[in-house]
């Protein structure tokens, strides 16, 4: 029940595509769902976050869009650059828990 | 504004040799701080927190170790390194409280063990 599960582990999109990687969950009492962008060899860093009580958060290219009846979330990377190949990651997180609960990853490389 | 550091950047260590990781968070007071291990082309998996000094939690067990000698600074360590123990490893901090939303993560230290 702890689990967030993301998908595709990879992803190609042609440049100017939409890019779109999917999570889902299981516990409800989660009510801060974060996505976090990687560089390779670098430390994650927080893209964009979402709670609960909104369906969807926009800050420039990056959307995240959240069904809680579905227990679901995702991102949209519209206009996808060659410098948003990186591997990004969902997470989620109960307020009176500690522990960051993250998804596996997805690689997303976009062509030029 | 908060910075946070670690060293080394890499390590190349031999099995059975120790290891010291170090992590230090400037700019900010209480921070709970996070050690996680990133295998290569894999996710993140949490290995301990602190909510204070001297305060840690274990989530996986493993010949690994943290202390919280300071509020700003975090260890992780081991008495003998294992080939398993190869890895990146992230130190992270978040604000204090119940609430710790935003996880900030340093640069990571990549451990190689022969």
């Known amino acids: 029940q702890q689990q967030v599960k993301q998908s595709p582990q990879s992803l190609i999109v042609q440049k100017g595509g939409i890019s779109i990687i999917n999570c889902a969950y299981e516990n409800t009492a989660f009510d801060y769902f974060p996505w976090y962008q990687q560089f390779p060899g670098k430390g994650p860093a927080l893209l964009i976050a979402?709670?609960?009580d909104v369906s969807e958060k926009k800050e420039g290219r990056f959307t995240i869009s959240f069904n809680k009846s579905a227990k679901q979330f995702s991102l949209h990377i519209m206009d996808s650059q060659p410098g948003d190949s990186a591997t990004y990651f969902c997470a989620a997180l109960e307020s009176s828990n500690y522990q960051l609960i993250w998804g596996a990853g997805t690689k997303l490389i976009i062509k030029p | 504004s908060q910075t946070i550091h670690q060293w080394p950047a890499t390590l190349v260590q031999p099995v059975g040799s120790p290891l010291s990781l170090e992590c230090t968070v400037e700019?900010?007071?209480?921070?709970?701080l996070y050690w996680y291990r990133q295998a290569a082309g894999r996710g993140l998996q949490l290995l301990f927190y602190?909510?204070?000094?001297?305060?840690i939690s274990s989530e996986v067990p493993q010949n690994l170790s943290a202390s919280r000698p300071q509020d700003r600074q975090f260890i992780l360590s081991s008495k003998k390194l294992l080939l398993s123990d190869s890895g990146f490893y992230l130190c992270a901090w978040s604000p204090m409280g119940l609430s710790t939303d935003t996880q900030y993560f340093g640069p990571g230290t990549r451990l190689t063990v022969l």
């Open positions: 700019g900010t007071s209480n921070p709970n």
């Open positions: 979402i709670r609960p």
């Open positions: 602190s909510v204070g000094i001297g305060q």
